[in-house]
């Protein structure tokens, strides 16, 4: 089992900039891939980043150059650096942790809302 943990979500005004951590605890040396995935309200979950063990990352659609993911494999944590937000980036951001089998778990969610 593995379990996040969230933090840096909030409200930040249209051009800012804010920093979500996701910490993992348990069975970490399960995890492959680790990063972010977004859902806004009345709209499906997608991927925000991701970042695999080996460096590897892939972006969502017009995310790359707004947002950074990055991990620290020693802190057993992921970060979502997102800047220049736009209201349309407001939503619920969840971490999520892929095992090499196929498992993926998922953080409990943070909210970022983007003021216009």
């Known amino acids: 089992q593995v379990q996040l943990m969230e933090s840096g979500g909030g409200l930040v005004q249209a051009g800012g900039s804010l920093r979500l951590s996701c910490a993992a605890s348990g069975s970490i040396f399960s995890i492959s891939v680790m990063g972010w995935y977004r859902q806004a309200p009345g709209k499906q979950r997608q991927l925000v980043a991701i970042?695999?063990?080996?460096?590897?990352?892939t972006y969502g659609d017009s995310l790359k150059g707004r947002f950074t993911v990055s991990r620290d494999d020693a802190k057993n944590t992921v970060y979502l650096q997102m800047n220049s937000l736009k209201p349309e980036d407001t939503a619920v951001y969840y971490c999520?942790?892929?095992?090499?089998?196929?498992?993926?778990?998922w953080g409990q969610g943070t909210h970022v809302t983007v003021s216009s």
């Open positions: 999520a942790a892929d095992e090499r089998l196929g498992v993926r778990y």
């Open positions: 970042m695999t063990r080996g460096g590897t990352t």
